[in-house]
């Protein structure tokens, strides 16, 4: 441990069980030197096990919020400083989900009210709680708000469906709100765009396990772990990024600028060959 957090206070939004980036990020802040709170709607508190992770990393407070209630907002960011004993000092957002995936309706089939929830829960409860913060003033000068993304914000997979379309306002949130925070408190906001990583939201999206095979075969370093992704966190959070700030920073190891790799290529073939030979390997062509 480096002591990157020694003597700051952090809320973590998100985390639902061991298998949750939120969750691994909230064990390495505290590793860090961080005192946390963490915080989920009501629901997930109960149907998850956020109460061991309050234990393990002896977190000052578990706080329920929905964090598309302005009024759920603002009395965590009220009662977060109250039990860190004073402002915070960063933030993860890790809050996603679509109705319209769970629902396994197509992108040209969208259920519009279904929609609305989506963008309300994976990118403007973002835009809320920065607001709410920053009205408070509850977030101390020089302090860190880091936001997961995905590389589907601006590149079509099939599959990921209007979280899409979410994904990208949460970035723009992130540049705009970033300027304004920024220029008045030093604040940075910060997306990472992480591998596909197997969550328990993550499993939830059409075909994820060859999404998960295909980038970890097309990334010259593999996928990202969740593990890996809160160490790139806990970095973000620190003093050594007072400079980074508005930026979607891509942690999928090299996938997003990667075209074909070898192994993509090697992969893409076998089953190229397959479909089109028949049992002595002769080319099938009707």
């Known amino acids: 441990m480096y002591n990157l957090l020694k003597g700051k206070k952090g809320i973590i939004f998100g985390a639902l069980n061991d298998q949750s980036i939120a ?18 709607t009501a629901v997930a508190i109960r149907m998850g096990t956020l109460d061991e992770l309050a234990e393990k990393t002896k977190a000052a407070a578990v706080i329920p919020a929905d964090a598309t209630s302005v009024a759920d907002l603002e009395n965590l960011f009220e009662e977060a ?8 000092d960063f933030v993860l957002h890790s809050c996603a989900m679509s109705v319209n995936m769970r ?27 920065i607001q709410v913060a920053k ?7 020089g302090g860190s708000i880091v936001a997961l993304t995905y590389v589907a914000s601006h590149r079509t997979f099939f599959g990921y469906n209007d979280m899409a379309d979410a994904k990208a306002l949460l970035e723009s949130i992130t540049r705009s709100f970033g300027y304004i925070y920024g220029r008045e408190k030093a604040v940075r906001i910060n997306c990472v765009s992480q591998s596909p990583t ?15 095979d295909f980038a970890d075969r097309m990334s010259p370093l593999g996928n990202a772990s969740a593990d ?29 600028n990667m075209g074909m790799s070898l192994r993509g290529m090697e992969q ?10 028949d049992e002595n390997g002769h080319i099938i062509y009707g």
């Open 23 to 40: 969750w691994k990020v909230a064990e390495r802040a505290v590793e860090e030197g961080a005192q946390i709170v963490l915080t989920n």
């Open 81 to 88: 400083q109250k039990a860190l004993g004073g402002k915070i």
């Open 103 to 129: 629902k396994k309706r197509t992108y040209d089939d969208l259920d519009y009210s279904y929609l609305d929830k989506t963008l309300d829960i994976s990118a403007i409860s973002f835009h809320k709680m």
């Open 135 to 141: 009205k408070m003033d509850a977030i101390s000068e």
């Open 198 to 212: 197997m969550t328990t939201a993550g499993g939830g999206i059409k075909g994820f396990d060859g999404m998960l």
């Open 228 to 256: 890996d992704c809160a160490d790139y966190c806990i970095t973000l959070f620190s003093d050594l990024t007072k400079k980074v700030t508005m930026q979607t920073l891509f942690h999928d190891g090299g996938f997003s």
């Open 268 to 277: 893409y073939s076998k089953s190229f060959v397959a479909e089109n030979t």
